[in-house]
């Protein structure tokens, strides 16, 4: 869906006559500047943790990280890049991060209290007062509703996907899990990382 969009966009711009010579360079610049803030965005949390965990430098973890990201991305540029790139956005949007809520839910809500939020946020707000309405969404509501709609998207591509979806789905999830335990368990080699954890 998202490759038609650079099909059918450039069909239209031809039809606009000489607004096409404004409209599309604006088009393709906003897309531009859509990706790169959005690199920036995804990059900069995972080097600052690649720096506190292993003590490198900024410098080197961004150099190895640009590098690696390169790499990976010259495999979607490939004859095989349209497939690959659909099978990862939907293992990425039906399957992790629908998860990942899910969890961040009931590690919020269950594991840390969220109804000891509620004066703290209560306090700081001027218009909207939560109280037991909200536990109740971000308790209950929230994780059962993403847990049925993930399970019909797991359940759409184990059932509905190709050969090559499901080993993609699963070599995706196998780097997914690897990297959260190599993040959780690997103690850290920055003091002041201990330092901010022992504060939290």
């Keep these: 869906m998202k ?7 450039p069909t239209v711009f ?3 006559g000489q607004w096409t010579y404004i409209l599309g360079p604006v088009f393709f610049l906003v897309v531009y500047m859509a990706g790169l803030t959005s690199i920036l965005s995804m990059i900069e949390p995972l080097s600052f943790s690649v720096q506190n965990k292993f003590g490198l430098s900024r410098k080197r973890t961004m150099t190895v990280l640009i590098i690696v990201g390169a790499a990976v991305s010259m495999i979607f540029a490939t004859s095989y890049g349209e ?6 956005d939907t293992f990425v949007n039906q399957i992790a991060v629908l998860l990942a809520i899910i969890f961040e839910c009931i590690l919020f809500a ?6 000891s939020l509620i004066d703290f946020l209560n306090a700081r707000t001027k ?7 909200w536990l109740a969404i971000v308790k209950y509501i929230l994780p059962i509703v993403l847990a049925v ?3 019909g998207g797991l359940f759409e591509v184990v059932s509905a996907g190709t050969f090559d979806q499901l080993i993609i789905t699963v070599i995706s999830a196998a780097i997914l899990v690897i990297a959260s335990l190599m993040f959780t368990i690997l103690p850290s080699k920055n003091s002041d990382w201990d330092d901010v954890e022992e504060r939290i």
């Design 3 to 9: 490759t038609k969009k650079f099909i059918v966009y």
């Design 14 to 16: 031809n039809v606009l």
């Design 149 to 151: 709609i993930w399970i």
């Design 110 to 115: 269950w594991i840390f209290k969220a109804e």
């Design 83 to 88: 497939s690959l790139i659909g099978f990862v």
């Design 127 to 133: 218009t909207i007062k939560i109280g037991g309405w």
